[in-house]
């Protein structure tokens, strides 16, 4: 049973339990709210003249800072109560695999890349199925471990997600792949999940191959998206074509988080290509206010139904999932200064929302837990569960995007 606790006393308690120093450490860096992806515009994310290398990708981050500090106690605490063989192939766990693979990223730790690896290479030996965009987004994570050259197998996974979406998955009329895959019985439907759970395997294809298609294809796919899903407010509703009722003007805060998420991932890796997508950018650009305007003051995290302050509750896998993506933004020159007040109030509430079991490990607390498309009385319903997965994943994602950002903000919210 977890116990409400303060960041403070948390992060002082993973200092002795890793050995590691306390105090944020900042790495400092030209401000970036210009709009220019091309490559060779100075970003903060940036080290020399080209797009930034793996060596880079960690100098940019910070992993004696308590953010990392904190990650690693997260992580450390999977790899100790849970054994990969046990875990799912399916699009929660895919999330926290992801944010293990960021945080050997940052830490250059193996045993994370190795927890992943033996997952992944399980799922290979046994068997698994990509039929719906929910077990696709596993795949992406054998492109992120087949990037370093290991295990040519993953290649196998990659080729059964092409598959998937050139023969197996059913599309709407204007194109779009339906979140149900193949299943024609639940009907073709587009949820706003898909853009991250099958676009993030769309994305790293394409930076893992270099080639072009995959790339167009998810530009594609997000435009037919954001055509039929975007609202005036920049906000995205749920989903369209499906079954389930919903409600006009309620916008469910994840649906939104795994968009932007997606998408600024997207653009950082059409920056490295010297490319730019303006209807992306724009859309991306209108959501991203949408969100910041939005945000709790009092808490730095969201509301589960983002636009409806105080008719549900606060949720924390959106909240760090949007404080990755404005991160991850604004690293690349995709959105302006202002939003570092807003991430810096974004993951002290997120951290906030870690505290410790009575057994002394970090739990992560607030979570929606698994959610149709639906009503706000339907949102505000969800039970909130612990650590996870894709909660968990969500804040690993945020803490080692955010690490290493220049978080001092002064009276006026510049940094």
Request: hydrophobic content about 45%; glycine content about 8%; aromatic content about 10%.
């Amino acid at each position: 049973m977890a116990t409400p606790g303060y960041s403070v006393r948390l992060l002082r308690w993973v200092q002795a339990a890793l050995w590691l120093p306390l105090g944020v450490v900042l790495i400092a860096g030209p401000a970036c709210g210009s709009s220019d992806e091309e490559v060779g515009a100075q970003v903060f994310d940036q080290c020399g003249e080209g797009p930034p290398d793996a060596s880079c990708f960690a100098q940019r981050r910070d992993p004696d800072s308590n953010q990392i500090l904190l990650a690693r106690s997260i992580g450390d605490a999977l790899l100790e109560r849970t054994d990969p063989v046990d875990v799912s192939w399916d699009w929660g766990e895919s999330v926290q695999m992801l944010g293990m693979v960021h945080l050997y990223d940052v830490t250059g730790d193996v045993r994370y890349r190795d927890y992943v690896g033996t997952w992944l290479e399980h799922h290979i030996s046994e068997g698994f199925q990509i039929t719906t965009s929910d077990t696709c987004a596993p795949a992406a994570i054998a492109a992120l471990l087949r990037r370093e050259g290991s295990n040519s197998e993953y290649m196998e996974v990659l080729d059964d997600a092409l598959y998937y979406f050139d023969q197996k998955a059913l599309t709407t009329p204007e194109g779009g792949l339906s979140h149900f895959g193949e299943l024609s019985a639940l009907g073709v439907s587009l949820w706003a999940d898909s853009l991250f759970m099958f676009g993030n395997v769309m994305t790293r294809w394409g930076e893992l191959t270099g080639e072009a298609e995959m790339l167009d294809r998810y530009a594609e796919q997000f435009t037919i998206f954001t055509d039929l899903l975007q609202s005036e407010s920049g906000f995205y509703k749920h989903a369209v074509y499906t079954f389930f009722e919903q409600d006009e003007d309620v916008y469910w805060a994840r649906a939104n988080a795994w968009i932007v998420a997606a998408a600024y991932d997207h653009m950082r890796v059409r920056w490295a290509r010297g490319e730019t997508l303006d209807d992306m950018a724009s859309a991306t650009a209108r959501l991203s206010e949408a969100i910041m305007a939005s945000q709790d003051a009092e808490t730095g995290l969201w509301w589960t139904v983002v636009n409806r302050p105080g008719e549900s509750y606060l949720e924390t896998s959106a909240s760090a999932l949007f404080a990755f993506a404005l991160a991850r933004g604004w690293r690349y020159g995709l959105v302006g200064d202002e939003a570092i007040p807003v991430i810096a109030a974004a993951i002290d509430g997120v951290i906030a929302q870690v505290v410790l079991s009575d057994d002394g490990r970090p739990v992560v607390t607030g979570v929606s837990g698994p959610t149709n498309v639906g009503t706000l009385d339907y949102y505000a319903s969800v039970p909130l569960v612990d650590d996870i997965s894709y909660g968990v994943g969500a804040v690993l994602l945020a803490l080692t995007e955010v690490s290493g950002l220049p978080l001092d903000v002064s009276e006026n919210g510049a940094p």
